[in-house]
């Protein structure tokens, strides 16, 4: 997948000029985009933290995507800013994609961005100090960050701030549903070399964000939930899924559970863990290994038994009443 840089800067170029700054690399996916992407790359401008390059997966956009990346790359010549060829496989592909570029170096911080949010002037800088502030070198566990979002209108109206998991994040919970939002993630060096580590999944995940999540609580990291809001996260038609709210989205949902397709994404991320073992504890290898059985034993009571048994769970009452209920009805 060869990257066509849009800077003629050598990669790192800003950041040797601000010494003892960790660089970041903000990794952007877009298709068709032009509509809010102007609003998203002047709010990396805007960052505190001002050591960071730019690396843009584009999946094939036919509107003003590219143009805008080209205008941006031409206003600011000193950034590493590269525009990359996307798979066209979808949304989570691009991102897998993209986080195993080869020339993305092994040493950066990656800070995963979509395009139509709007960053906070501290989410960079507020991220990196939580990451600096748990303990380093051999021995400590990976960390990956994720930082709150402001619920906006398209035009940036607010509605509400996303809510935090009520009973914190783990591998248990991980297994069946995702609370580390894409567009809110960091992830330092060793988080990232995690990710990076051993076989690619046959077929890319159904989600690059609850991939992480996953891979990440089952390798005994420590993810970071901050409650500051670090983004403005756009509520918009296109993302109406996404936002967790609203009887289309409630609609939405159901149609997909009907469809299978929540089944279908659990067993989808076990074949991709089964893969990579390696990075799992051993309890969390224990652990995979009794889902997949379960999965694989008889449904309906027996199943939902297990799972209790083991310990899954959602993050609300009502959200686990809605697993056990679909376990029940054969449904996962």
Known sequence: MPAAPLSGAPPGALSGAL???PHVHILMCTYNGAAHLQEQLDSFLAQEHAAWSLWVSDDGSQDA???ILGRFRAAHPGRDIRLIDGPCRGHAAN????LAHPELP??????LSDQDDVWLPHKLSRGLAQIAARPQGA???PVVYGCGSLRVTADLAPIDAAPLPRRGPGFANALVQNVLPG??????PAAL??????PAPEAPPPFHDWWIYLLLTGAGAEVILDPEPGILYRQHPENVLGAHRGLAAAGARLTLVRQRRYQGWIRANLAALQRRQDCLTADNRALLAAVVAALDGPGGPARARAFRRLGLHRQTPRENLLLYGLVLCGWV
């Open 193 to 198: 070399a995690l990710l990076r580590r051993g």
């Open 95 to 98: 991102f897998m994609s993209l």
């Open 19 to 21: 010494s003892g700054a």
């Open 139 to 141: 021995g400590a566990a």
């Open 106 to 111: 092994a040493t950066t911080t990656v800070a």
């Open 183 to 188: 567009n809110c993630i960091l992830l330092p």
């Open 65 to 67: 995507t590219r143009a």
